[in-house]
């Protein structure tokens, strides 16, 4: 069980203030989403969680220990887009991450070792409903099974804390559903905690157990690259994580 | 009537179409060479089409008497021999150096300045150089194809490279790999039918450098026969061996880009073209 403590975190880039006063603590098992404005630095927050960036001030721990200053196989992602490798069919891009692990060298494993690492990726792939598509590229797939293999990519490496940027953004309202339904089964099974950034409030407070708000508290335009968002509204959605 | 913009040629029509310009082409070579060969039946400037025939016969069918070779086969290998090894030797440092530089922020900063400032050199004008250190050797000219196309074809990996979203990269650090295996497993594969389109692209430099470099100082090759027979006049050698040069360049163009759609199904599905 991963608890996150987010330390009076600033960002700034080139002078202009983009996150500031962030402090949140957040309970293992949370799923968080993270609403606000276009350009209010919810994705910059999930770089910061990532690993991607460093912030300015502040610190960001992950079960009392700093966040390191490079992604890893402890934080999953999964992006609005470009999540799944083009050049790989739904089956490799999901073993993948396995042969990464496996295989130092090559990071291609072959003979019984692949048939393994086959076998394992195939129950990912079923658990997100793709075992049809598994020799499938992904321009092969419809916007909805690429994210789903793009979940299942992500979860093979069993990580503590997924984040997810804008994930279902750009699907279909019918397939949004199905997805939802499957992140909230996908996480619920597993100990992770997850962040999800989304501008849609309905999908945050369908979702996640906690729907924090960022935005600026100032926002005239001589203002704005002097003060950076915060966290402005933070509610506890009471569901409980064991629940049906 | 629909705007001229909105009329699209249907298959046939296509091909004609596409037929049209060199029909008028070979016309007019036809119509001019009658008229000059009916005021000078000497000319030389513009065979006849019998002519033509007659000395295409001769290179590319009969031995020649002195070596018992047939020309125009012991020139298309030379020459292709070359070039492809030239080409070949390119593509693999620009394939190495573009990854690297591409991927690695370091190799970048070190290296990217350099790359574009060898790009610079004027290849011809390297030529006495190269000739001077190697000799009249095929080093020398397969030197010359390498100067000419490998740093614009490395500079053009380079920009393919950072093309590669930045979202793939942090997704594959997520899944635990490694620099070395994010090249090998998400760079690499990803870039492979690019180099296909830098080759094709760079063909056109190397041909350039190849004749260039065999005009000067060769025994053999398609671009040494042509400007031989330029002190000769013998255009009814040159023309044929003009239009070999252009069909050979042709298909080499037409096969990579075939290779490309059937070895990286993904990629021409992705760009949206056959």
Request: charged share 20%; aromatic share 8%; proline share 6%.
């Amino acid at each position: 069980m991963t608890a996150v403590s987010v330390r009076d975190v600033w960002m700034e880039y080139d002078g202009q203030i983009i996150l500031e006063r962030i402090s949140l603590e957040v309970k293992p098992h949370s799923f968080v989403a993270i609403v606000g404005p276009s350009g209010c630095g919810k994705s910059t927050f999930l770089r910061l969680v990532l690993g991607q960036e460093q912030a300015t001030k502040g610190q960001i721990l992950v079960d009392g220990k700093p966040v390191p200053k490079e992604p890893n196989v402890e934080r999953g992602i999964v992006f609005q887009r470009y999540s799944v490798f083009p050049h790989l069919t739904a089956l490799e891009n999901i073993l993948l991450g396995l042969e990464f692990a496996r295989a130092p060298v090559l990071a291609k494993l072959t003979g019984k070792a692949r048939a393994e690492a086959r076998a394992e990726a195939e129950t990912y792939l079923e658990g997100v409903g793709l075992k049809e598509a598994a020799d499938k590229y992904p321009h092969q797939l419809s916007g909805g099974m690429r994210q789903r293999l793009a979940l299942a990519q992500a979860l093979i490496k069993k990580p503590k804390i997924l984040l997810l940027d804008e994930p279902f953004g750009a699907l279909d309202p019918g397939i949004r559903s199905d997805v939802h339904a499957l992140t909230q089964k996908l996480w619920r099974e597993r100990a992770m905690t997850v962040f999800m950034v989304s501008h849609d409030l309905k999908e945050a407070f369908t979702l996640a157990t906690r729907v924090i708000a960022f935005d600026r508290r100032r926002n005239r335009p001589e203002e704005i690259g002097a003060y950076g968002a915060t966290v402005t509204f933070d509610i506890d959605v009471h569901r409980s994580a064991k629940a049906p | 009537m629909r705007r001229l913009i909105n009329l699209k040629p249907g298959h046939g029509a296509a091909i004609v179409l596409a037929a049209l310009p060199f029909i008028l082409v070979i016309i007019a070579y036809l119509a001019g060479s009658a008229e000059r060969l009916a005021a000078n039946p000497e000319d030389k400037l513009l065979p006849a089409p019998h002519s033509l025939g007659e000395a295409i016969d001769r290179v590319a069918f009969k031995p020649d008497k002195r070596t018992g070779d047939v020309v125009l086969w012991t020139d298309t290998a030379a020459s292709l021999g070359r070039l492809l090894a030239g080409v070949a030797i390119s593509a693999s440092l620009s394939l190495i150096i573009g990854i690297g530089v591409g991927l690695v922020p370091l190799l970048r900063a070190t290296f990217e300045t350099m790359i574009a400032a060898l790009a610079m050199i004027p290849p011809l004008a390297v030529l006495p150089i190269l000739f001077l250190v190697f000799g009249l050797t095929e080093v020398a000219k397969i030197a010359l194809i390498c100067i000419c196309i490998a740093p614009f074809m490395t500079r053009d990996l380079i920009l393919r490279v950072r093309e590669i979203p930045e979202e793939e990269i942090v997704k594959a650090q997520t899944l635990g790999g490694s620099t070395w295996q994010i090249a090998l497993r998400v760079v690499l594969p990803q870039i492979w039918p690019r180099l296909f389109d830098s080759i094709r692209l760079a063909l056109g430099s190397a041909w350039l450098s190849l004749i260039a470099a065999e005009a000067i100082a060769s025994e053999s090759g398609l671009g040494y026969r042509i400007f031989l027979l330029r002190r000769f006049f013998a255009m009814d050698v040159i023309l044929p061996y003009v239009a070999w040069i252009t069909l050979l360049a042709f298909a080499l163009d037409w096969s990579l880009r075939r290779m490309q759609h059937v070895l990286f199904p993904w990629f021409t599905a992705q760009r949206g073209a056959g």
